[in-house]
């Protein structure tokens, strides 16, 4: 029943949409199909208005450094049919660029602020203000792969005195003011 | 004629603007839910434009564990939601091992079955306090809050933790059951089921809750999925709408239990169902431990070191209390994650639905339909 439905709705997609390609062998109820960037609006919107997919479970931004390229995934549901698809497509990673599709659901307006933010993807025609999580951010895209989260910390943040060579911060305040600590709390020193 | 109309128009809109007051309800706020700020104009005392504001709290949990391996997450992802954490350490775990393949030994899918209820009436405690006290009701929150203890005392024997377990893991879960553990369940259980009656007496029959709560915070029925309303808010609009239902994972396919609904899509709708909930959460709790199987509870997978995963994606969705949350993982067949996503309600909730649905609402129930909505800042910025 699952397998012929799952038929079904490949064969109607590619009538559709020539340049779906298709992936369809995974035992349970999914789907996977990757598109240009180009037709994406329009299999969303078919999908959504024309064969049930009403819910947007979610959309993620993956980042594949070494092609050069940032694949965008829409994973959406159809509460008829119990059957989630996924939607693929490929940016160019020094350029990428894709359209706003929160006519669609309104909620992509969020993952859209997203993907600008933590991927520097540029979406064209977003209503959104500059900044969603990030403040005054002057680097790169922080979820890109090359940024080096580890790097990023030793840089903007210093360790408190008293950290630098491992001891015991109580300690080194104590030392420096002259006090002494509590016996109580001696017990928990290194 | 039009161009008088235009001046009108311009003159209205601007004495409107005069008239509109801007107010920043968060981040340090005792009605919101969390670390967020809502920021809203007012007219008198009508919200006529809001706008969430997030950004205190993001700790790029996703990109962290990009550098960590497939097991090490677990200490990452029980705070991705602290109120109920286990549905995330679920769906993580399930994704795994849908890309693995890895088989789940029977027991261990009725043990976190039963994790999973527990977590969901531990976090139902949590938002009868929330919801109650945003509408200045106490008592209810102190009782509520004080009981969820108990839950909390099972949690601490089988796992550890009171609030973080990181119990469920990919394979199974980490520990069986302790000796005499199932009896306590159920007498805790027995304990809720009185006490569901003073809860009701305080809260559902009390005026002021009614009367604050009924065609508050409305959310059209026709809208609710486009706009991506998801969990109890959606059943609250009538929709029945359950992923334990619709997309079964675990064993929710072999337990008896059914999915409330109520219309009219108001707080006081959304409230009803979470009540009736409960109880269901009761009655699955109680099956669980009539039809757990003896057997193994954990298929060990190899040197968490070593451990690499098949090349690929995989998404699972769990049914938690704030609705639908999900974990999207992919592989580039490393011992590290090459991404993870996690989809929260909350991250749907507290932004563009909060945002609709605040408009034309009275200033003073921002923090009670931000309650109802379960929204959870943490869950936004993971």
Known sequence: ?190 | MEKKFLILQKNTQDKMREKATTLYIGPQHPGITGNMMVKVQVEGDTIVRARTEVGYLHRAFEKLQERRNWLQSFTLLCRFCVPEPDPVEESYARAVELLEGREVPERAKYIRVLMLELARMGSYMLWYGGQSGSLGLYTIGQWTVGDRNYILDLFEELTGGRVYHMYIWPGGVRRDLPEGFADKVLRTMDYFEKRLKDYDDLMFENTIFQKRTQGVGVIPKEKAVEWGVVGPVLRGCGIKSDIRIDDPYEVYDKLDFIVPTHEGGDIWSRALVRRQEIRQSIRIIRQVIENMPSGEYYNRIPNPFKWTLPKGDAYARTEATRGEVAMYIVSDGSIHPRRTHFRGAAYVHGITLLEKILIGENVADISAIMNSLGVCPPEIER
């Open chain 1, 1 to 190: 029943m699952m397998k012929e439905l799952k038929e079904k709705i490949v064969q109607r997609i590619k009538a559709n949409f020539a340049d779906a390609a298709e992936k369809n062998d995974f035992n349970y109820n999914r789907l996977d199909f990757t598109v240009k960037k180009e037709t994406i609006p329009s299999i969303l919107f078919y999908l959504k208005d024309e064969m049930g997919f009403i819910h947007l479970s979610d959309a993620n931004c993956v980042d594949w450094l070494e092609e050069g390229e940032l694949e965008l995934v829409f994973i959406v549901w159809s509460p008829k049919d119990k059957i989630k698809i996924f939607v693929r497509t490929r940016l160019d990673r020094d350029n990428p660029v894709m359209d706003n599709l929160d006519m669609i659901w309104p909620q992509l307006n969020t993952y859209e602020r997203e993907f600008r933010e933590m991927f520097g993807v540029q979406v064209t025609g977003l209503e959104a203000p500059d900044e969603f999580i990030l403040e005054d951010w002057q680097g790169p895209p922080p979820f890109r792969r090359d940024f080096d989260t580890a790097a990023y910390a030793e840089k903007t943040f210093w360790e408190r005195p008293g950290r630098e060579d491992a001891q015991d911060v109580r300690e080194t305040i104590a030392n420096r003011d002259g006090e002494e600590i509590p016996d109580f709390a001696k017990k928990y020193s290194r």
